[in-house]
């Protein structure tokens, strides 16, 4: 599982409101992702980093941001929750000299 | 933009049959390809991957298929298990080219007893 958690594994929080989500990874990898899935989507890219402090934007930025203060930690943040952030939102790792991106177990976040 | 997946949302297979998962690419400048397993409540799981400079590989049970022709990739699952139910994507990279993987949506796979 390349020893990815994520956490909380479900929030419902209110519309307005701010909430980050934390993903946490044991091996030291310096590629570290955000994710959201929807029905009929797939994975759409949020930000990334590639190192601590280092990030960009994916393809659904807006609304979100994200910290890497520390290797081993990637946060997301919604600085104010809309419906429409309602989703299931994972973190993925890219191994160093690899390719494929190995995934978290998910946080579902619903926005009321 | 560029966009991953033919939308075939369900495929039921008797179990030890074997199961074609079909995906559509239409960005010819993609050239790493993978296929995910994705069951219910967890995270994709890694399957296998190709690039675009071979038209096949295998790995345990399963067979990844590329055609750079008509831009079609398929997962090959042989004599499909229970536990082979779940739903399956594909994604594509320009590998040299930025973070972004475009995602399919997904097939169900339902194996029937």
């Known amino acids: 599982d390349a020893g990815i958690t994520q956490s909380p594994r479900h929030k419902v929080t209110e519309t307005g409101t701010p909430v980050t989500l934390r993903c946490h990874q044991t091996?030291?990898?310096?590629?570290m992702y955000w994710y959201r899935q929807d029905p009929g989507h797939g994975l759409r890219l949020i930000h990334y980093?590639?190192?601590?402090?280092?990030?960009d934007k994916g393809e659904v930025s807006d609304g979100y941001s994200v910290s890497r203060s520390k290797t081993e930690d990637f946060l997301l943040t919604l600085e104010s929750a809309t419906s429409s952030q309602t989703s299931v939102y994972f973190c993925?790792?890219?191994?160093?000299?690899?390719?494929?991106?190995?995934f978290g177990p998910g946080t579902r976040l619903t926005v009321t | 933009g560029e966009s991953v997946g033919l939308h075939l949302p369900t495929l039921s297979v008797q179990e030890g049959d074997n199961s074609i998962i079909n995906c559509a690419y239409s960005?010819?400048?993609?050239?790493?390809f993978i296929w995910y397993k994705q069951e219910s409540g967890k995270g994709p799981q890694f399957i296998i991957d190709?690039?675009?400079?071979?038209d096949k590989r295998q790995g345990q049970r399963v067979t990844v298929l590329l055609n750079k022709t008509v831009k079609h990739l398929s997962l090959q699952i042989a004599a499909t298990q229970p536990g082979d139910s779940a739903v399956y994507f594909c994604a594509e990279n320009q590998e040299n080219y930025g973070q972004n993987f475009v995602f399919g949506p997904g097939t169900r796979l339902s194996v029937l007893p």
């Open positions: 190709i690039r675009s400079n071979m």
């Open positions: 980093s590639y190192g601590v402090k280092d990030t």
């Open positions: 960005n010819s400048a993609s050239d790493y």
């Open positions: 993925a790792i890219k191994r160093e000299g690899g390719s494929e991106q190995y």
């Open positions: 091996e030291n990898h310096r590629y």
